[in-house]
């Protein structure tokens, strides 16, 4: 093999690495999109409900009160309510 063809061919190698590794990032970002928009969705769906009132339960006050009670636990864990 001549000096020229081998250092052509390692930089191919190089190269097509970093293709494959590029298109698969590429794959994985365009999938955890689609779960992000589907969390996305279905939070508004259920805010939408909640808010109409539409959820059937004994006193929509309490579970909300109940849910904001949550969500301010989680944050003041975080340090991100005071």
Request: hydrophobic share 35%; net charge positive; aromatic share 12%.
């Amino acid at each position: 093999m001549s000096i020229d063809f081998m250092m052509w061919k390692d930089e191919y190698e190089t190269l097509r690495h970093k293709y494959d590794d590029v298109i698969g990032r590429m794959e994985r970002g365009a999938e955890k999109l689609g779960q992000i928009a589907r969390m996305a969705d279905q939070f508004s769906v259920q805010a939408r409900t909640l808010r109409q009132g539409v959820i059937p339960t004994r006193d929509t006050n309490r579970e909300l009160s109940h849910f904001l009670g949550v969500i301010e636990q989680y944050l003041r864990r975080f340090g991100c309510y005071y």
